[in-house]
């Protein structure tokens, strides 16, 4: 028998409809593509701008990391430094497509997102 474990942190990519329904009872950090509001209730939460284009982690034109990958590095710090609720899970809210492209983009490309998260 062959066992897996993966502790990386499981992110569901989900409509701004069916968010509520997404939701779990507890547990469940939100990432959202700006201008989403957060709704009530929810506990921790991080956005970004989705309009940018999505390039790879570090390259020419933007040698930085994308907004959708800060915006991770945000709940993940959070976490670890237990300065809000305990999330199990990412539950990432995107309008457009160029905020779905860039998230993943940073599931897919940057490092420091692949070591802590997975596509659920």
Sequence with gaps: MRWSLDARIP???VRPADLLAAMPASGAALLLEAPLAVPPGAGISAS???RGAAHLAGC???TGRSAAAQ??????QARVRNAG???DCVLAVTTTDSGRAQLHLALAEDSLTRARFRPA
């Design 11 to 13: 992110l569901r990519l």
């Design 48 to 50: 970004f701008d989705g």
């Design 60 to 62: 020419a034109c933007c």
């Design 71 to 76: 915006a991770l590095d945000q709940l993940f």
């Design 85 to 87: 609720a305990w999330f």
